[in-house]
């Protein structure tokens, strides 16, 4: 604790009963100087009217001596005085503590450090709110100004991380009736219920809007890639073009290639090679049962073509198909394409 810088000396401090049967002593003058700084030193540590050098470690006589500047004989005399008037007492580690401390203690300075650590708490608050990039005092869920609370923005149950970037503070109300719900699913039910729900500041919040989108009076949950990267939250929409792009037709039956392997396939084998290759590929997949084996197909007729190409085997047209798809795989054995799916699973 902090350093209370007074502590109180009652005006009728020589009036006291104990001071008086002190001062009748020959070393009173020394003893009462000693009783002083006793006060100030436990004024100082601020412990409850407890006096250490650390926790655990008492102070001795001589320490004592030497922190008061007096003869180690006149300690041992003033603190037995004071022990036997019940002035100090010692704990069960020898820790010497001031008796009825409360009297001296400096209750309106133990105040203004309580206040001056509130004050700092506050700060703190209001700095983790800025770093928030937050009002500091409106709920940006219904727009309420109330006290705020930590709202994960994805809930913890659901994978969200406890950072900033998934924390925001929210009235107590909001907080309480998201619960662990969707964002989305949260202000959706408010809109429907006709509840609180503040839409424009929603859709002016950026870190709110990392996760939703807002069209025909509805939010929706933008696609999150792995839930706990949450520097790449929003999917912007070039990679959702992408993905469309990427979604595999299907060939024959049960070949599937995306728009890209296709064409890159047609480049490289010619087209009626390509067409072989998938027509060998769906029946040799239709007799295995073997499709979800398979990563690419793609990859896996690239690996047909060039395994062909390597076996000197030409369909003359220099692009590799020497039309074995005729023969068949069957009768060819499965085994020759063991190899391959190895090639293609790994
Ligand atoms: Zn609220």
Request: net charge positive.
């Given at each position: 604790m902090s350093e209370v810088k007074w502590i109180k000396l009652v005006t009728e401090f020589f009036d006291d009963e104990k001071i008086k049967l002190i001062e009748a002593m020959p070393e009173a003058d020394m003893v009462l100087v000693i009783w002083i700084k006793l006060l100030t030193l436990a004024g100082k540590k601020n412990m409850n009217g407890y006096i250490f050098l650390t926790k655990n470690i008492p102070y001795t006589d001589e320490m004592l001596a030497t922190i008061f500047n007096r003869p180690v004989n006149t300690i041992r005399l003033a603190l037995d005085i004071f022990k036997k008037f019940k002035m100090?007492?010692?704990?069960?580690?020898?820790?010497?503590?001031?008796?009825?401390?409360?009297?001296?203690?400096?209750?309106?300075?133990?105040?203004?450090?309580?206040?001056?650590?509130?004050?700092?708490?506050?700060r703190y608050k209001e700095q983790h709110l800025l770093e928030m990039n937050q009002d500091l005092s409106i709920c940006p869920y219904c727009g309420e100004s109330a006290k705020l609370t930590i709202d994960h923005i994805i809930p913890l149950s659901?994978?969200?991380?406890?950072e900033v970037n998934n924390k925001i503070l929210c009235c107590l109300k909001c907080n309480q009736s998201k619960t662990n719900r969707d964002l989305d699913i949260f202000l959706n039910a408010r809109i429907k219920m006709n509840e609180p729900v503040n839409i424009n500041a929603i859709t002016h919040n950026k870190k709110l809007m990392n996760f939703l989108e807002y069209k025909d009076n509805k939010f929706r949950r933008v696609i999150i890639t792995p839930i706990n990267t949450t520097d790449k939250i929003r999917v912007d929409k070039n990679r959702i073009e992408q993905i469309r792009l990427d979604k595999k037709k299907k060939y024959n039956d049960a070949v599937f290639l995306t728009q890209n392997e296709y064409n890159k396939l047609i480049t490289e084998l010619g087209e009626s090679s390509t067409a072989e290759y998938i027509e060998r590929l769906s029946l040799?997949?239709?007799?295995?049962?073997?499709?979800?084996?398979?990563?690419?197909?793609?990859?896996?007729?690239?690996?047909?073509?060039?395994?062909?190409?390597?076996?000197?085997?030409?369909?003359?047209?220099?692009?590799?198909?020497?039309?074995?798809?005729?023969?068949?795989?069957e009768k060819e054995g499965i085994d020759k394409y063991k190899h391959l799916e190895e090639i293609i699973q790994n």
């Open positions: 100090i007492n010692y704990d069960n580690n020898g820790i010497l503590q001031m008796s009825n401390w409360e009297k001296h203690q400096n209750i309106e300075g133990l105040d203004k450090i309580k206040k001056a650590n509130r004050i700092r708490q506050q659901k994978g969200g991380k406890d040799y997949i239709r007799s295995q049962g073997k499709e979800k084996k398979y990563k690419s197909h793609y990859a896996t007729i690239l690996a047909w073509n060039r395994k062909d190409l390597k076996g000197g085997k030409n369909n003359g047209t220099g692009k590799g198909y020497n039309n074995r798809y005729n023969k068949g795989p």
